[in-house]
C-alpha cells in the first residue's frame, strides 16, 4: 500500500489521537509487517480513568521526535499536567525521510509538518531556544533571555552537526566542489538542504561516471552520531544508482570504526554486500581532520596500534600510533563529528564525553534526580535514533511519574535501537538490537538478510506510522 492510502487511513483516527493500538493493528491489516511492528510494542494509550493525580511544573526543552513523543504521553499519562516546551521549530522535520530524499524518492516538502499539530493549545510554547541551563536552580534560560523555572525537567535537545570540527570545511561548501552530506539540516527551519543537495549529487556523479571512472569517498567519524547506519546506507545507495545505469566509480568509505557493524552477523553481511558492487574499499579506523576544496584533498588520520619491542627491556608491548593520510577524491560525503548543543555543553548536567549524564536504563539523570532524557542526546551506550526515542517514550513518562510520587523508578530502558541499513534501492537489513545483543521483531526471520519487505516498510509505513502513532504517543 502507498504513502498517500495510508496516510488516508490513518487521518479518521489516529491524526486525532482517537485510534486504540488495537485498533491501528486492524487498520494496517493489509501490511502483516506493519502490524507485527505495532503488535510487538508496548502500549502507548492510557486512559482518563489511569491517568495520574500529580503535580509539578514539567518543562520539556526540544522541538524534535524525542520531545513530541514525551509530549505526547504525558498528556496522556497526568489528569491535569503543567507542561512546558521550549523549541524555536514551527516546522517538524521527518527525519528519517532524508535518506528517501537524497536517493531521489521523496521531496523535501514530504519530510515537514506544522510543529502546531503536536504542541497544542493546553501546552504552554515558549518559541526559542535554550540559552544556558542551570540545574542548581531549576531554571534554563533562552536565547533571548527570558527565565524559566521547573519542577522537573526533559532534556530532548538532540544533538547538533558539527562541521566545524572538519577543518577547511563551512556548511556553504556543501553542495559544491563534489562535497555532500545528507546530514545538514537546519531543523530550527524544518529543511533539509543536505538531502536535496545528495540527489544532485548522485546525478553529477552519475554523468562524471559516463566519461571516466570518479574516485568517490564516503566518511564516517568515530564520535557518536544520529543514525549510525547513514554513511553506508548513502555508500550503498549511490552505487546501486550508477550499476542500474551500467556505470561505476572507485568508492572508498573511511571509518573512524574498527568494523562494518558490531553485530557479527550483519557485518559479515555488510562485507557481502559491498563485493556486489564494482569497487568499495573500507579503511577502518580513519577519521577525517580535514579537506582542501578547491584542491579536492581529504586528510585523513588513521588511528592503529601495533606490537613493538620495548627499547629499555626487551619485551613485547602494544604502541599507539596516529598517521596523515592525504587523499584526491572527485567527489565525496562527509558525515561531521556530532555534540550537543553548546548550551547543554556548557551545563552540569553533562558526563565527562560531554553527553547528557543519565542512567542508560531509568533514563534520569544520575546526579539531578528531577532531570530525565530522551533521544540522541542522552549519553548511553547505544541508541541515536528515532527508534530508541520511541521506545524512551513509555520508559521516561512511567519514571517521570514515578519520581513526582516519590516512589521508586521501576521502568528499564533495554538499550533498544534499529538501524534500517539500506543495501540497495529496494532492499533493507533491518538491524535490531538492544544492551545484550540482537532483538529481532521478526525473529523467526535471519535478522542480517536484506529484504524487500524492510523496504517497503520504511518507505511507505513508518512515515504515517510516525506522523500518526509515534507523535501522538501511541505507539
Known amino acids: 500500500m502507498k504513502n498517500d492510502n495510508l496516510i488516508e487511513l490513518f487521518k479518521t483516527g489516529a491524526a486525532k489521537g482517537q485510534m486504540s493500538r488495537r485498533e491501528a493493528i486492524k487498520l494496517l491489516g493489509i501490511s ?17 480513568a489511569e491517568a495520574a493525580d500529580v503535580k509539578g ?8 521526535s524525542g520531545a513530541i513523543m514525551a509530549l505526547a504521553r504525558l498528556k496522556r499519562a497526568i489528569s491535569d499536567p503543567d507542561i512546558t ?23 523535501q516538502a514530504d519530510l515537514q509538518k506544522p510543529n502546531s499539530d503536536y504542541i497544542t493549545k493546553e501546552v504552554k510554547w515558549i518559541k526559542d531556544e535554550v540559552g544556558g541551563f542551570d540545574a542548581d536552580n531549576n531554571t534554563v534560560t533562552t536565547r533571548g533571555g527570558k527565565k524559566v523555572p521547573y519542577d522537573y525537567l526533559i532534556v530532548a535537545t538532540g544533538v547538533v552537526n558539527r562541521f566545524d570540527k572538519i577543518q577547511g570545511l563551512k556548511e556553504e ?42 574516485t568517490v569517498l564516503y566518511t564516517q567519524p568515530d564520535t557518536p552520531i544520529k543514525c549510525g547506519g547513514a554513511p553506508q546506507k548513502m555508500l550503498y ?10 556505470l561505476g566509480a572507485d568508492y572508498y568509505f573511511y571509518t573512524g570504526l574498527k568494523k562494518l557493524f558490531h553485530l557479527p552477523k550483519v557485518d559479515e553481511e555488510l562485507t557481502k554486500v559491498q563485493k556486489r558492487y564494482d569497487k568499495i574499499e573500507t579503511k577502518f579506523s580513519h577519521f577525517l581532520r580535514s579537506i582542501d576544496v578547491k584542491a579536492k584533498k581529504a586528510t585523513f588520520i588513521h588511528a592503529y596500534e601495533k606490537e613493538v619491542i620495548d627499547p629499555d627491556f626487551g619485551d613485547k608491548m602494544m604502541q599507539s600510533f596516529a598517521d596523515e593520510v592525504v587523499v584526491k577524491y572527485d567527489f565525496i560525503h562527509v558525515v561531521p563529528p556530532m555534540t550537543p548543543p553548546d548550551a ?11 553527553w547528557l549524564d543519565v542512567d542508560k536504563h531509568t533514563l534520569q539523570h544520575n546526579r539531578y534526580k528531577n532531570v530525565f532524557g530522551i533521544g540522541d542526546v542522552c549519553g548511553i551506550p547505544m ?7 520511541r521506545h524512551h517514550g513509555p520508559i521516561l513518562t512511567a519514571n517521570l511519574i514515578f519520581a513526582m510520587q516519590k516512589k521508586e523508578l521501576k521502568e528499564k530502558f533495554d538499550g533498544y535501537t534499529v538501524c534500517p541499513l539500506k543495501t540497495q534501492y529496494g532492499k533493507i537489513i533491518m538491524a535490531e538490537f538492544n544492551y545484550y545483543g540482537s532483538k529481532p521483531t521478526l525473529p523467526f526471520l535471519d535478522y542480517e538478510k536484506p529484504r524487500w519487505m524492510w523496504w517497503e516498510f520504511d518507505r511507505y509505513m513508518l512515515e504515517p506510522m510516525y506522523w500518526h502513532l509515534m507523535l501522538t504517543g501511541l505507539f
Do not use: C
Open 32 to 48: 502483516p509487517i506493519a502490524a507485527s511492528v505495532l503488535a510487538s510494542a508496548g502500549s502507548g494509550s492510557i486512559t482518563e
Open 57 to 64: 511544573k514539567i518543562l520539556i526543552v526540544g522541538g524534535g
Open 85 to 107: 516546551v521550549i523549541a524555536p521549530n514551527e516546522i517538524h522535520l521527518y527525519q528519517p525521510g532524508q535518506i528517501f530524499v537524497a536517493a531521489g524518492l521523496m521531496k
Open 173 to 214: 561548501d556543501i553542495g559544491t566542489n563534489g562535497i555532500t552530506s545528507v546530514y545538514l539540516s537546519d531543523l530550527e527551519h524544518g529543511t533539509a538542504r543536505g538531502a536535496t543537495a545528495t540527489w544532485d549529487w548522485y546525478n553529477e556523479l552519475k554523468s562524471a561516471a559516463k566519461t571516466k571512472r570518479p
Open 237 to 246: 545507495l549511490s552505487a546501486d544508482y550508477l550499476k542500474r545505469d551500467g
Open 344 to 354: 547543554l555543553l556548557k551545563s552540569k548536567l553533562v558526563n565527562g564525553d560531554g
Open 383 to 389: 541508541g541515536k535514533t528515532g527508534g530508541s526515542a
